[in-house]
């Protein structure tokens, strides 16, 4: 039987091309995402002072308003996980259960690597009270669902990515606050003490049913899907803006006074992230792809559900870390996953 290789050759330039297009629309929605963060936290921060002092006047007068603020944090939290939700396939939450053990070293990897990393940063960088909460809470949020658009984009494998994401977000109510509990201590010099079951309840309210909610509303009916295919990705994305631009706001005048000082130490956590990840991939013998989609996950953590948990648990200044952190990782996965991006893994 005579092979028309011409054919084969279109064929795999076709499939070559349709993914090169996939990879620089994953880069280009990083990018703007990272552009958007910017520009909304610029706006919060440069709105006018005038209205602005307005608005703090008239919110001091009202304390009983507090909780309305946290709240909204959380509403929008929700928003972005029932969002992520609708995005999840039936293969994709099967491959949890399928590949159960490279998912479950990968989030323990990560559960434990990164408080860890967080503490040790924190306390050897002398940081204190809220700046020390913000830097903690950090490590001990789960991975951010930027990090599965960035793998994709880093020719990682993002099926794994994604794996990563989901258990490590069903787990939340469990690790967060065990995690929190162990890092934290009793030592930490900020107003209130951490609650376990309280953050325990919060996480399941705001990100563990909402997530199964979404996953559920998505089978209704194929227009409903074909919808949250469309848009869910700019509804969570616009609600993570939101999210940084209210703590940017509601901080704008402790952001010059915790902004340079947390810089350094948020910076070398994010690093330190990801050489954890890539270095416990290859310890785990996972094979290249595999290494690159860990390492993001690591690397990248969900630090707008930090944000809100620091400003509901805590105080408004510990909010600070977790927000600047979400530039600091979208602007370093970034190009980390620029530069894989033109590096193909070996045998691809």
Request: glycine share 8%; hydrophobic share 50%; with cysteine.
């Amino acid at each position: 039987m005579r092979v028309n290789f011409d054919s084969y050759t279109e064929l795999g330039k076709a499939q070559c091309w349709g993914y090169h297009t996939v990879m620089k629309s994953s880069l280009r929605s990083a990018s703007l995402l990272l552009v958007g963060l910017i520009a909304s936290s610029a706006v919060a921060i440069w709105w006018p002072v005038q209205w602005s002092n307005d608005y703090n006047g008239w919110y001091a007068a009202n304390p009983w308003l507090q909780p309305l603020w946290e709240q909204r944090l959380f509403a929008l939290v929700s928003v972005t996980m029932f969002a992520v939700g609708t995005l999840l396939s039936d293969d994709e939450v099967r491959g949890v259960v399928r590949r159960w053990p490279t998912v479950l070293g990968g989030t323990a990897l990560q559960y434990i690597s990164m408080p860890l990393l967080a503490w040790i940063i924190a306390r050897g960088w002398g940081l204190s009270g809220p700046a020390l909460t913000g830097v903690l809470l950090v490590g001990c949020v789960p991975g951010a669902m930027a990090s599965n658009v960035l793998t994709l984009a880093a020719r990682g494998n993002t099926s794994y990515s994604v794996s990563l994401t989901t258990l490590a977000t069903l787990l939340s109510p469990l690790m967060v606050p065990l995690v929190m509990q162990l890092a934290l201590g009793q030592s930490v010099e900020v107003a209130g003490q951490l609650d376990a079951l309280r953050t325990s309840r919060t996480l399941v309210l705001t990100v563990v049913l909402p997530v199964v909610l979404g996953f559920m509303t998505r089978r209704f009916s194929c227009r409903v899907s074909q919808w949250c295919e469309r848009w869910s990705s700019t509804v969570a994305n616009v609600a993570i803006l939101l999210i940084i631009a209210m703590v940017v706001a509601n901080n704008r005048d402790r952001l010059q006074q915790l902004s340079l000082p947390l810089l350094p130490p948020l910076l070398i956590l994010n690093l330190a992230g990801y050489l954890t990840g890539y270095g416990g991939g290859w310890a785990l013998r996972f094979d290249e792809p595999k290494r690159r989609a860990l390492t993001l996950e690591v690397g990248m953590q969900n630090a707008g559900l930090g944000a809100a948990l620091a400003a509901n648990m805590f105080s408004p200044e510990a909010s600070v870390a977790p927000a600047i952190y979400t530039f600091g990782c979208m602007f370093t996965g970034t190009l980390l996953a620029w530069g894989w991006a033109w590096r193909p893994p070996k045998g691809s």
